[in-house]
T-cell receptor
Framework: GENVEQHPSTLSVQEGDSAVIKCTYSDSASNYFPWYKQELGKGPQLIIDIRSNVGEKKDQRIAVTLNKTAKHFSLHITETQPEDSAVYFC????????????FGKGTKLTVNP | KAGVTQTPRYLIKTRGQQVTLSCSPISGHRSVSWYQQTPGQGLQFLFEYFSETQRNKGNFPGRFSGRQFSNSRSEMNVSTLELGDSALYLCASSLNRGAGTGETQYFGPGTRLLVL
């Protein structure tokens, strides 16, 4: 089945710096790549997504890039703020009969003031 | 519009018991998915329901089951609880086709289950 690797597992940055989280996937047929943010005591919240016909998407301080050939995609957060501290999950749709989301193991981002 | 709600938020059970968790999707959403979240395994897909029918199922034993009602509300049941079932159980809803087809999925706050 689909396998999603996410790195790093923890990331600590200074306020104002950029943060980059990377994911790789195995199923070349996957075509939808959402990113979720999970704060303590809450469920995951969709922050940005990208589809396979797009190479990059940006929403204010958050951007996602996708390289379908290499089967990897990345989340970029610029000008980080303390409220960006959370666990971030990448995810990928599977295809071929059992359509579902498969998640990476998560990255705990800490933004230090 | 109200978000996805889950009840109860916290639950303590003992081994061998069974438990039922409830999820109310966003109004108008017809697809409901369930996930188990643990520190070791992360977020794992349990099953998805649409129009009262199970559409997809993850790799969990038959002790895990679910159903969906005509108003799209869903329940999941775990029978013969084991210590390893301790986890955060998350419900997510989407409009029609489900997250597996690229439709945006919205998560509830989860039910934290502790099995002693």
């Amino acid at each position: 089945g689909e396998n999603v690797e996410q790195h790093p597992s923890t990331l600590s940055v200074q306020e104002g710096d950029s943060a980059v989280i990377k994911c790789t996937y195995s199923d070349s047929a996957s075509n939808y790549f959402p990113w979720y943010k999970q704060e303590l005591g809450k469920g995951p919240q969709l922050i940005i997504d990208i589809r396979s016909n797009v190479g990059e998407k940006k929403d204010q301080r958050i951007a996602v890039t996708l390289n379908k050939t290499a089967k990897h995609f990345s989340l970029h957060i610029t000008e980080t703020q303390p409220e960006d501290s959370a666990v971030y999950f990448c995810s990928v749709t599977t295809q071929g009969g059992s359509e579902k989301l498969v998640f990476g193991k998560g990255t705990k981002l800490t933004v230090n003031p | 519009k109200a978000g996805v709600t889950q009840t109860p938020r916290y639950l303590i059970k003992t081994r061998g018991q069974q438990v039922t968790l409830s999820c109310s999707p966003i109004s108008g959403h017809r697809s409901v998915s369930w996930y188990q979240q643990t520190p070791g395994q992360g977020l794992q897909f349990l099953f998805e329901y649409f129009s009262e029918t199970q559409r997809n199922k993850g790799n969990f034993p038959g002790r895990f089951s679910g159903r969906q009602f005509s108003n799209s509300r869903s329940e999941m049941n775990v029978s013969t609880l084991e210590l390893g079932d301790s986890a955060l159980y998350l419900c997510a809803s989407s409009l029609n086709r489900g997250a597996g087809t690229g439709e945006t999925q919205y998560f509830g706050p989860g039910t934290r289950l502790l099995v002693l």
